[in-house]
């Protein structure tokens, strides 16, 4: 349960609601309820089969989907409560906030956004909101799991101009509309989105070094983990030039917890400051979540390392360039045989998007094997 709420968090008793309005659930508030639901939904059992950065059958202690959403609900979770924010709807969007992600992690979805080039396009926050909003069924009166519009709104974390016209038209009250008005979104929502990057800043240089892809050495190009590396030596000389895995983990545990601290101070600072008397007159002000300098600086430091170190590491380009093909095949086979697909998406008044809907739904490993299935060859070795 929430402790007390500062006057600009968002407060469940005044949520501006669900689409279709539901009695109340007590003991649970709205967003707790939200939170449950997304728990609850297929789409987050499916996280667990896919790709963050590393194919999923690469190896088992690799970061999915489903480990790193836990880790950006508990890293948002503890700021969240030292600036007296609505935990509950931090964890709901965290949680929520990976929904909409196509196998294959970043190179699925710009397959995905190339096959439908010409079918209006695939953003991956957009189509978290479409799980949430309409492609789950499980409820007998709504598609969708019918969230709160706070949750709606954390959900969407960016949309192109073009699909805000699109869905502001069909939903005036909905979350695109801040798009076109140059609003910000809750605190809460803006905590999620700097607790998903630390989160995937740390986890990946982990995950990046059990893979062997990068090199402890190679660290030293990066100022913010030379600066806690030097510090946990200074204190820990013997673990100096030691193989094992305990300077790493320590390092990166300081830097996680220094962010969190720094992303704290700063905007309780920035908040302060402006003082908003609540969420409504937040949103109308700049962004208040951040950090600020040195942090800033050595963040994006160290996310531009992970890009031309990690993520364009050739190992992984291989392997993201097959699940590109993957997606890419999928896409035109059931194109051309739309039976193929269940019933809901073969049965689609617009097909290109129902195919785009159904392969982003799919987990890592049933596209290798609908991939096989449907073309009778395997890109991966061992799949
Ligand atoms: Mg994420």
Redesign the pocket.
Known sequence: MNGTLAPWACDPRRSRGRRIAQPPAPPRNEHQRDRDRIVHSTAFRRLVYKTQVFINHEGDLFRTRLT?SLE?AQLGRSVARALRLNEDLVEAIALA??LGHTPFGHAGQDALHECMREHGGFEHNLQSLRVVDRLEVRYPAFDGLNLTFETREGVLKHCSRRNAERLAATDPGGPARRFLDGTQPSLEAQVVNLA?EMA?HAHDIDDGVRSGLLTMDQLDEVPLFVHWREQVLAEHPALRGQPGRRLLFETLRRMLSAQIAELVRHTAAAVARHAPADVDELRRLPALAGFGEPLREQTTQLRRFLFAALYRHPQVVQTTALGRQVVAELFDAYRAAPREMPEDFAGADDLPRAVADYIAGMTDRFALREHHRLTGRRLFDGA
């Open positions: 790193h950006v906030h990976d998903d995937y």
